[in-house]
């Protein structure tokens, strides 16, 4: 049953159905105060102690109708927190009792999952803003919890703010009560069962516009317009994913738009995606994460990882989605170069992991691995190609379409393994198309695939037309770059390329040797590069210019790291900077100076990459 390296909960015991948190947020102390009452049952004999996880909060009672429990810690751990055990006195409880366990409760300045950000650090400059990021294991930091993915729960929610801030959730909002003269009461509901993980919650001073007829996006009022704007697409994504997948479940698709320090591109917290303001291009041509977040609607959301382990499960299926997404609304030439881009991502994480290295599975162990130490693209890209492969053997969409879709109906609302996955995979090919796609899954190399570490064991062969004129133009430049001459080279050489190709070319300048300065000063000249507003694209610049050593590139290197906080950008840019012969210490006084300014994950990341060893 269920395994999960990454709690201390007696999961195999008993089961969190329902939680209800009633919490008042204090910017003035920067905690949340309050309670949770967690609904559980039992899953065996004889039970007389629950065990929840915790990190970083104050437990004040727990009680259970109205009568205190005894509690005690267990010892405090690195990354998986402290185990909460919850004595039940003299009960023994049976399979499927019922019980409600009530905790007074606080988070504290340590608390992982929460960023408390000054008026400063918002675009407004005003109001003071806090959000939560609780994937992967940081739930446990927000609330005592059964913080694994293998329990899946409802939940219900009324928070408390000063006006005017107001507060928003992963779920759907049914109402708000004013509080006396300054507080505003928030009140949600998540009526379908999700892991912990996607407990997520945002307060600021926050306005909304509809973009369409089940979404509006939220942010700040000063960068409200924009954001409608740019995300205008969002309804024909999930359109499409419907068509491709199931009826969408959730109600309401939001979206917030954060403040920069957000450490990740989206995060696909149920009715409420929250994405980085680095999306915010002007052009609508990085909404690609968009459609990777409504994927998570099924993929992730709906059907869900049982543990950290088959996490490819969320990302691999997701990236797969996304791109069949794209591939209905912008042709599969379009799709299939996004492909390639992700095999240059996953070649380059590879790279830095070590092609030995085992967190470098699809499927990898994890006991005694802090999950956020193995974020890397490896389950998104070897997930993606490994679905990709498995469609191909068994003969096309024409009979992988209609499995993603009986997949999706098959584990909706439950948390699964790599072997359920593929035992469905067996069982519904075999018996819609016959014994001979059996036969074609079984010369799949899946140890290969699923256990050995580095690149997959099969290079997916993608359409190469868009990649083409980025290709070439990479070579001329390489050639320039020996040959020290650039007269032939102009801004109409890119005129017609879409950001993706732009970035594609950028992506193949950096597997040539690293350019001279001459090169970099004569790119710039005609490309422009170092201005650019697109982050993808400064990105892939800067990553250029720290290859080389061209040290006009840091004060740019110390704007883009200090103005965004997404761990995509500022993580190699920082490794990337303390790696060049002079620019070590600069990343060092930057990281350190603007601390605070980073998501407490990004900070213990960054601080893992350039300040240990
Ligand atoms: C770019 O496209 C325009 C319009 O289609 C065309 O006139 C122009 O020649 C193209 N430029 C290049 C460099 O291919
Ligand atoms: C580093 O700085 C020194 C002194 O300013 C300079 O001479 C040297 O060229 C720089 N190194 C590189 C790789 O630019
Ligand atoms: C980063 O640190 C510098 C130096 O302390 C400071 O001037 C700057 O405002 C900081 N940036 C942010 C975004 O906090
Ligand atoms: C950062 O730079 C220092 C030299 O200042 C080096 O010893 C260290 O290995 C670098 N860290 C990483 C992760 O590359
Ligand atoms: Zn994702």
Same mark, same amino acid.
């Given at each position: 049953m269920a395994?999960d390296p990454?709690?201390s909960?007696?999961?195999?015991?008993?089961q969190?159905?329902?939680?209800e948190?009633?919490l008042?947020?204090?910017f003035?102390?920067?905690?949340l105060? *309050?309670?949770?009452t967690?609904s559980l049952v /039992?899953l065996?004999?004889?039970i007389?102690k629950? #065990?929840l996880?915790t990190?970083n909060l104050?437990v004040k009672?727990?009680?259970q109708?109205g &009568?205190e429990?005894k509690?005690?810690?267990g010892?405090k751990t690195?990354?998986?927190?402290?185990s909460?055990?919850i004595?039940?006195g003299?009960?023994?409880l049976?399979?499927g009792t019922?019980?409600d366990?009530k905790?007074?409760?606080n988070?504290?300045?340590q608390s992982?999952a929460?960023q408390?950000?000054?008026?400063s650090?918002?675009v407004?400059k005003?109001?003071?803003y806090l959000f939560?990021?609780?994937q992967?294991?940081? @739930?446990?930091s927000l609330?005592?919890?059964q913080d694994?993915?293998?329990?899946?729960l409802?939940?219900?929610a009324?928070?408390?703010?000063? %006006?005017?801030?107001r507060a928003l959730?992963?779920?759907?909002?049914?109402?708000e009560e004013?509080?006396?003269?300054?507080s505003?009461?928030?009140?949600f509901e998540?009526?379908?069962?999700?892991?912990s993980y996607?407990?997520a919650?945002?307060?600021?001073?926050?306005k909304?516009k509809e973009?369409g007829p !089940?979404s509006?996006?939220?942010t700040e009022p000063?960068?409200l317009?924009?954001?409608?704007?740019?995300?205008?697409a969002?309804? &024909?994504f999930?359109?499409t994913?419907?068509?491709?997948?199931?009826p969408y479940?959730? *109600?309401k698709?939001?979206?917030? +738009?954060l403040p920069?320090?957000f450490?990740?591109?989206g995060?696909?917290n149920?009715?409420?995606?929250?994405v980085?303001p680095t999306?915010l291009a002007?052009? %609508?041509?990085?909404?690609?994460?968009?459609?990777?977040?409504?994927?998570?609607?099924?993929?992730?959301n709906?059907?869900t990882t @049982?543990n950290?382990?088959?996490f490819w499960?969320?990302?691999?299926?997701?990236m797969?989605i996304e !791109?069949?997404i794209?591939? %209905?609304l912008?042709?599969?030439?379009q799709?299939e170069f996004?492909?390639?881009?992700?095999?240059r @991502?996953?070649e380059e994480d590879?790279?830095?992991f070590?092609?030995?290295?085992?967190l470098?599975a699809l499927?990898?162990?994890?006991k005694?691995v802090d999950?956020d130490?193995c974020?890397?693209s490896?389950?998104?890209e070897?997930g993606f190609?490994?679905l990709y492969h498995?469609q191909?053997?068994v *003969?096309?969409?024409?009979?992988f379409?209609?499995?993603?879709?009986?997949h999706?109906?098959e584990? @909706?609302?439950k948390?699964?393994?790599?072997d359920?996955?593929?035992?469905?995979?067996y069982s519904?090919?075999?018996k819609?198309?016959?014994?001979?796609?059996?036969? =074609?899954?079984d010369?799949?190399?899946?140890?290969?695939w699923?256990?050995s570490p580095g690149?997959?064991?099969?290079k997916?062969e993608?359409?190469q037309?868009? /990649?083409k004129a980025?290709?070439?133009? /990479?070579?001329?430049?390489?050639?320039?770059?020996?040959k020290?001459q650039?007269?032939e080279f102009?801004?109409?050489?890119?005129?017609?390329?879409?950001?993706?190709q732009?970035?594609v070319?950028?992506?193949?300048?950096l597997e040539?040797?690293?350019l001279?300065?001459?090169a970099? #000063? =004569?790119m710039?000249? +005609?490309? &422009?590069f170092?201005? +650019?507003h697109?982050s993808?694209? %400064?990105? !892939?610049w800067?990553?250029?210019c720290?290859l080389?050593?061209?040290?006009? #590139?840091?004060?740019?290197?110390v704007?883009? +790291?200090?103005e965004?906080g997404?761990?995509?950008f500022?993580r190699?840019?920082? !490794?990337?900077?303390?790696?060049?012969?002079?620019?070590s210490?600069?990343?060092k006084?930057?990281f350190?100076?603007n601390?605070s300014?980073?998501?407490p994950?990004? =900070?213990a990341?960054?601080? &893992?990459?350039i300040?240990?060893?």
């Open positions: 395994y990454s709690t909960s007696n999961v195999k015991e008993v969190t159905t329902h939680l948190l009633n008042k947020v204090d003035e102390h920067k905690i105060d *309050g309670t949770v967690l /039992a065996a004999d004889n007389n629950v #065990i996880d990190r104050e009672s727990v009680s109708d &009568k429990l509690f005690n810690f010892d690195d990354c998986f927190g402290t909460l055990f004595d039940l003299d009960q023994h049976t399979t019922k019980i366990l905790i007074a409760y988070t504290t300045k992982t929460v408390w950000l000054e008026p650090q918002t407004g005003k109001y003071p939560t990021q609780c992967a294991i940081h @739930a446990r609330l005592p919890c694994s993915p293998c329990i899946k409802t939940y219900s009324n928070i408390q703010v000063s %006006r005017p801030l959730m992963s779920a759907i909002g049914i109402g004013d509080i006396g003269e300054d505003k009461l928030y009140k998540q009526k379908v069962k999700i892991p996607l407990i919650l945002a307060v600021g001073n926050l909304g973009i !089940r509006t996006v939220w000063e960068v317009e924009d954001a409608a704007w740019e995300f205008e969002t309804e &024909k999930i359109a994913g419907e068509q491709l997948l199931t479940e959730w *109600g698709y939001d979206l917030l +738009v920069a320090s450490p990740y591109g995060m696909e149920p009715c409420l995606t929250f980085t999306l002007k052009d %609508r041509s990085l909404v690609d994460v968009v459609a990777h977040e409504i994927s998570h609607s099924w993929m992730g709906l059907v @049982a950290w382990e088959h499960l969320n990302e691999g299926w997701t797969f !791109r069949k794209m591939g %209905r912008h042709g599969e030439k799709s996004d492909a390639i881009i992700g095999w @991502a996953l590879i790279k830095l070590g092609e030995d290295n085992p470098t499927q990898p162990v994890l005694d999950p130490d974020f890397s490896v389950p998104y070897k190609n490994f498995i191909k053997v *003969g096309g969409p024409e009979f379409e209609p499995y993603m879709k009986a999706v109906k584990f @909706a609302g948390s699964i393994t790599t359920e996955w593929k035992n469905f995979l519904f090919m075999e819609n198309f016959g014994s001979e796609k059996k036969d =074609a899954l010369t799949i190399d899946w140890k290969g699923l256990n690149m997959p064991p099969v997916n993608f359409d037309t868009l /990649a980025c290709n070439e133009l /990479a070579k001329r430049w390489n050639s320039a770059n020996s020290g650039f007269e102009s801004t109409s050489d890119i005129e017609n390329f879409t950001s993706e732009k970035i070319f950028l992506e193949r300048i040539y040797q690293p001279s300065h001459p970099i #000063i =004569a710039d000249k +005609v490309y &422009k170092s201005t +650019v697109n993808e694209l %400064r990105f !892939r800067q990553k250029i720290l080389a050593e061209y040290e006009p #590139i840091f004060p740019h290197v704007k883009f +790291v200090t965004q997404r761990m995509k500022v190699p840019l920082y !490794r990337l900077l303390n790696n060049t012969k002079n620019g210490s600069l990343a006084k930057t350190i100076e601390r300014f980073y998501h994950i990004a =900070a990341m960054i601080e &893992k990459d300040l240990k060893e």
